[in-house]
């Protein structure tokens, strides 16, 4: 929550200041909150206000770091830009895991949170080299934004966006406890695949929608994430899992960039740092209302219904896509 509601802060102050003091200032509170779990030992007070603050944090990071990855990519070449940026989230989030695992057996929760200060260290200090491609402070009318956020050529990929993040909603909070219903144990099969496929389409297709056009990308790569979903309950064994991961890894590897680009040009080159951090912000939004909404379908209708449910928004948006947008 703390998230979605700094993230129109940050963006207005990137475009209007720059990009540098934010990566900043995130990267500084982001390495403050890992040491700060360090002192809570019971739920409390305490805990759910360092919460609040690792939002905050999360949030200034992830719209400095993407808007900076817009800002270093060729107009023309955007969608290839921000694919291969976004291979490193993907591999952090596969050697994280296994490195948090390894950690925590060897020193617990304390040691991790050592590891996860550590590595925010060095990631403040190589942010301190980092340069912006303008550094002339930006005076932008905040009006003049808002009114080009709610124009109707922005209306249909900022909805396909948050249909797409319900999906991915649905298997990052609930595969877990999903897999244990049909007895499998190792969720890390479907990761792994899904890191791996997600990395080799950015590498190999990057250029694609740059090549054919977003739509003509978009597409294929949203039905893909849905058939993953639907192999999930299909094929409730290792090798479905292992599948699953890869058409849902190839849909998410095409489709943030291809919605993020597609916003952008659409919004206006001097307004990247907003129109970016809105476009991250739904992200956040979809798993800040998806969780609780597939929470009480799997209580009510159990597994199935929730992938089948998640599958349909994602195919909702291509419907929406391409139905309903007519912008070029």
């Keep these: 929550m703390s998230g979605v509601l700094v993230r129109p802060f940050v963006g207005h102050l990137m475009d209007k200041k720059g ?50 990855a817009v800002d270093f990519s060729p107009p023309d070449r955007r969608v290839s830009g921000i694919a291969l940026f976004g291979i490193s989230g993907q591999l952090s989030g596969t050697i994280g895991v296994v490195l948090a695992e390894k950690i925590m057996g060897i020193g617990g929760y304390p040691y991790f949170f050592i590891l996860c200060a550590t590595l925010s260290f060095i990631s403040l200090f190589f942010s301190y080299f980092v340069r912006e491609v303008v550094e002339d402070d930006r005076e932008i009318a905040v009006e003049n934004f808002w009114e080009r956020a709610l124009h109707a050529r922005l209306r249909i990929p900022i909805l396909t966006a948050f249909l797409f993040s319900l999906g991915l909603t649905s298997f990052i909070v609930f595969l877990k406890p999903y897999a244990k219903t049909v007895g499998l144990i190792h969720v890390s099969y479907f990761f792994l695949a ?23 990308s978009l597409c294929p790569a949203l039905c893909s994430l849905a058939v993953g979903l639907i192999i999930l309950i299909l094929v409730p064994t290792t090798y479905g899992l292992i599948a699953a991961g890869v058409f849902c890894g190839l849909g998410n590897g095409l489709v943030f960039p291809i919605l993020s680009t597609v916003i952008i040009a659409r ?7 907003r129109f970016m951090t809105m476009y991250t912000l739904v992200f956040d939004l979809g798993g800040l209302l998806g969780s609780p909404v597939f929470g009480l379908i799997v209580q009510g209708f159990g597994y199935t219904a929730l992938y089948c449910t998640a599958a349909s928004f994602v195919l909702m948006g291509v419907v929406a896509f391409y139905r309903f947008d007519t912008a070029e």
Excluded at 21 to 27: F, I, V
Excluded at 267 to 273: D, K, P, T
């Design 194 to 216: 899904y890191t791996i496929s997600a990395m080799g389409i950015r590498l190999i297709g990057g250029d694609w929608p740059d090549r054919y056009g977003p739509k003509a």
């Design 19 to 68: 990009r540098h003091r934010y990566l900043l200032l995130g990267g500084v509170i982001f390495l403050i909150t890992h040491l700060l779990y360090l002192w809570p030992n019971q739920l409390g007070v305490a805990l759910f206000a360092i919460r609040l603050l690792h939002g905050c944090a999360t949030g200034i990071l992830m719209a400095t770091f993407f808007t900076l």
């Design 267 to 273: 919004g206006g080159e001097s307004y990247r740092g």
